[in-house]
């Protein structure tokens, strides 16, 4: 299914609408876009309608205006009112953490439930380190179209050797033999990856614990104790600061990306769980 872009007084923004029922907003983590489908596992799309835009920077939501997490809150939020969602579940996942909360705080009238998948909830990353430094070179926006296009060129070539690549950054688990349906399943998501202006806004982003106070709906926090690209800090953070919030530890293989393993459908049943509740 293609994507479709609306304009609001806040700006254009870039969006996915999939199946019918109860409304689900997914906001995507660093480097994704709205066709992001990895976090759909599991929902039925004849009960659940699945709500995926471009955060600012990401895909065809240009990042200007909208820079801060709240503003891209009140961007998605004006998108709800474009397609007349009332009151909506938001899944805030990795880098989206802080515009998912933002929504949840600012807008509690349009927020039922919120979920925090391997969610950023505070600052990520110091300026000081190296995989800041990095990050910032090698997803520039001048160069990290053609970042994206060598790692799904030797993905395509090598995928079990991306594959490899890739799990060390997102799990802390001992790697065992990768099958090789997880390999797809990275490889796929893989495709649709572009950093745009988007991941740099996102890694200088920061969220004050009053914004995680004021949220209010119940809230499930999900995180893996083996995940190396948010520290499990910020699930027990959330946790604390949110009043109505449940925190699930999980020990899964793939730590960061907990869709993808054996042990996948145990996280994505809780979370499927936790909304029909």
């Given at each position: 299914m293609k994507s479709k872009v609306t304009s609001t007084k806040?700006?254009?923004?870039?969006?996915?609408?999939?199946?019918?029922?109860?409304?689900?907003?997914?906001?995507?983590?660093?480097?994704?876009?709205?066709?992001?489908?990895?976090c759909h596992k599991g929902f039925d799309l004849k009960k659940?309608?699945?709500?995926?835009?471009?955060?600012?920077?990401?895909?065809?939501?240009?990042?200007?205006?909208?820079?801060t997490p709240r503003k891209s809150a009140a961007l998605i939020a004006e998108l709800l009112d474009f397609l007349?969602?009332?009151?909506?579940?938001?899944?805030?996942?990795?880098?989206?953490?802080?515009?998912?909360?933002?929504?949840?705080?600012q807008y509690p009238n349009k927020v039922h439930k919120l979920i925090l998948a391997s969610a950023v909830s505070k600052k990520w990353?110091?300026?000081?380190?190296?995989?800041?430094k990095t990050a910032r070179f090698i997803f520039n926006p001048k160069i990290e179209k053609l970042t994206w296009g060598m790692i799904r060129?030797?993905?395509?070539?090598?995928?079990?050797a991306m594959a490899k690549s890739f799990f060390v950054q997102f799990s802390i688990h001992p790697m065992g033999k990768l099958k090789r349906d997880d390999i797809q399943e990275l490889v796929s998501a893989l495709k649709h990856y572009n950093s745009g202006q988007g991941f740099l806004n996102d890694i200088d982003q920061d969220l004050?614990?009053?914004?995680?106070?004021?949220v209010k709906c119940p809230t499930l926090v999900i995180h893996s104790e083996n995940d190396n690209s948010v520290h499990l800090s910020h699930a027990r953070h959330a946790h604390k600061m949110i009043e109505n919030s449940k925190l699930e530890i999980l020990q899964n293989e793939w730590g960061h990306l907990f869709w993808i393993g054996a042990d996948a459908m145990e996280s994505i049943t809780k979370t499927i769980k936790y909304i029909d509740r």
């Open positions: 806040l700006g254009d923004i870039e969006y996915r609408s999939i199946g019918s029922g109860i409304p689900v907003v997914f906001v995507h983590g660093g480097h994704s876009n709205c066709h992001e489908t990895l659940f309608r699945l709500i995926t835009p471009s955060r600012p920077g990401y895909g065809k939501t240009p990042l200007r205006g909208n820079q007349s969602v009332e009151q909506t579940i938001v899944y805030g996942i990795s880098a989206g953490g802080p515009t998912a909360i933002e929504l949840a705080a990353l110091d300026q000081n380190e190296r995989i800041y060129f030797f993905s395509r070539i090598f995928p079990k004050t614990d009053n914004v995680l106070a004021k």
